[in-house]
């Protein structure tokens, strides 16, 4: 199971702050201590970036793997920052995720993108319109992106579907709707598509001390189900990530099995 | 339309182990694939036989195989010598019994007398072992990493009960180290994880899952094996991904089928035959399992498994 850290986030005002700064000692902190707690990509979320995108996610995933040996996942609506980040991104520990396309014809460039460079993307399962209803609602966009990938000739393997993960305290029923969705997507394709959440909305405008008890089980639910990928806070998920690891004999146990 | 046959592979990969100095260094592993399935990817090296030879008189040996040795067995110079010179050896691997408190009883520093003797006779990799005996195999085993200094040797068995003196002595001297469980996989990674924790460096480590001979449990130490190559190359699990030791002569040596002679049981061949190709038998199914390293002690069992490993490789 692949942890995408989500810590490198412009929401965050560390974070926010650093790259305004370009004060690398922080970004790269926090890029060592997800790639510690378990993280096998770093996500780099630098908002719409509408100026100076381009320098400064090229500033971004340079800083973070000048720090850690990982892929770098590109979290931007900016096209053009995207392009940046991808022809400055070092392949040496895996190719960059580019987050995200989706059925927005806005987002549709990304793909093109995403096949022009042989990276991989996030298709995110949501249209222009509202958010999905259901899981059959979310599959049939995920069929339309997966068709538009094929387009493009990009190769599958490369597209995470997303089934978007809405906050527990707003739409409790949603959080059946996407493990439904996880399963249904896999169904769309021989070998199974991949899949990926943003797991933290889960527990979005929830008590603090609720949200990581929220994370973890919904995760749990998720990986049982086949979820390949998860954006979130490895410190919170890695016990969790290892231990269901091990339980569906994804891992070999040994006692220090959470300290690997 | 031309037939394909599909390729299996994997995203792990076990490590290259090199031992010995020079010319005469040899190196084994670093496949990504199964034994054997050289048509589907990396398998850079043949597995490698060491002939096992022992510090003091062999007397506990059946006859069919300390014949091969008569003459020469007493010293553990000559043996070495005679491995390496007459027989061919690749590698020799010295096991200190005399060590043991219920045979002699040896000292370390005795043991490291042999050992840099052995190691002055030769120049093929040595592959150094204990009595087995968890407790004074910690004070053997330092002794001799220290007289092998940077010889680049294989020392072992590391176990649970010994292995923090025994890792920081083949650290320390720049070895490479084997570590042994108990015929139990998640304690074989139980131990690589805390030897490596150690700060021993995980692609300078040789799995030893326990060996056991053909019709006295060897299933068990194919299945372990097995499922430590697969946990290898199909999880892509790091702390599974060192060559596996085979150590077959110690376990086949002492079975009834290779020792019981004719008269006493008819209808089972001639006992000289019947012991090598009970040795042979079972390092073939270990090579198969996924062993890349063979302790043996028959020149004529080692032969045997050469040629097979000619036909396979």
Not at chain 1, 43 to 67: C, F, H, R, Y
Not at chain 1, 79 to 105: C, F, M, Q, V
Not at chain 2, 204 to 233: F, H, K, N, Q
């Amino acid at each position: 199971m692949l942890i995408i850290g989500e810590k490198l986030s412009i929401i965050a005002k560390r974070v926010r702050e650093a790259m305004m700064k370009r004060d690398k000692a922080p970004i790269q902190e926090i890029a060592v201590s997800q790639w510690k707690s378990g993280a096998g990509m770093i996500d780099a979320n630098i908002g719409p970036a509408e100026d100076n995108g381009e320098s400064l996610m090229e500033w971004m995933v340079k800083t973070i793997q000048e720090a850690v040996p990982l892929p770098v996942c590109l979290d931007t609506t900016n096209y053009r920052a995207i392009e940046a980040g991808l022809k400055i991104h070092n392949d040496e520990w895996g190719r960059p995720l580019i987050n995200s396309t989706s059925n927005d014809p806005e987002r549709f460039p990304m793909l093109e993108l995403a096949s022009k460079h042989s990276v991989q993307i996030i298709g995110l399962t949501v249209g222009k319109g509202g958010l999905p209803a259901d899981a059959e609602e979310r599959a049939g966009i995920a069929a339309e992106i997966m068709a538009r990938a094929m387009e493009y000739g990009m190769p599958l393997e490369d597209l995470f579907l997303d089934p978007l993960v809405l906050q527990i305290s707003t739409s409790q029923d949603h959080a059946l709707k996407v493990i439904k969705a996880v399963k249904m997507f896999q169904e769309l394709n021989d070998p199974p598509m991949k899949t990926v959440v943003g797991l933290s909305n889960v527990s979005n405008g929830c008590p603090k001390p609720l949200r990581p008890i929220l994370n973890n089980y919904y995760l749990t639910l998720l990986m049982y189900d086949g979820l390949t990928a998860v954006i979130a806070d490895p410190h919170d998920v890695a016990a969790t990530v290892k231990t269901v690891d091990v339980i569906l004999g994804r891992t070999l146990y040994a006692h220090s099995y959470l300290e690997m | 339309m031309a037939f394909t046959p599909l390729k299996e592979t994997y995203p792990g990969k076990v490590y290259t182990v090199e031992i010995g100095k020079g010319e005469k260094a040899v190196t084994f592993a670093g496949e990504n694939v199964l034994p054997f399935h050289t048509f589907e990817g990396a398998s850079p090296n043949r597995p490698v036989i060491a002939y096992e030879i022992q510090d003091m008189p062999p007397d506990e040996w059946p006859d069919t195989v300390r014949k091969p040795y008569s003459g020469i067995s007493s010293d553990p110079v000559s043996w070495a010598r005679f491995c390496q010179d007459s027989l061919g050896a690749k590698v020799i691997a010295l096991r200190l019994v005399s060590t043991h408190p219920d045979r002699l009883d040896r000292s370390p520093d005795e043991a490291a007398k042999t050992v840099s003797d052995v190691l002055a006779a030769i120049d093929i990799p040595l592959i150094i072992l204990g009595s087995n005996h968890a407790e004074k195999d910690a004070s053997v085993l330092v002794a001799a990493a220290g007289a092998a200094k940077d010889s680049n040797c294989i020392i072992g068995k590391a176990q649970e009960a010994n292995y923090k003196t025994i890792a920081a002595a083949a650290m320390a001297n720049n070895h490479k180290l084997i570590a042994m469980s108990e015929l139990d996989i998640n304690l074989s990674k139980q131990l690589n994880i805390l030897i490596t924790q150690m700060g021993f460096e995980k692609d300078r480590l040789i799995i030893d899952p326990m060996c056991s001979a053909l019709g006295y449990g060897l299933e068990y130490t194919y299945s372990v094996m097995e499922r430590i190559r697969l946990a290898a190359l199909a999880q892509n699990d790091a702390t599974m991904q060192q060559p596996i030791l085979g150590d077959i002569g110690m376990y086949v040596w002492k079975v009834k089928e290779a020792q019981a002679v004719e008269t006493s049981v008819s209808g089972w061949g001639a006992l000289e035959e019947r012991g090598i190709s009970w040795e042979a038998v079972t390092a073939a199914s270990m090579l198969i399992a996924g062993a890349e390293l063979l302790i043996m002690w028959h020149p004529e069992a080692v032969q045997k498994v050469e040629s097979l490993i000619d036909e396979l490789y």
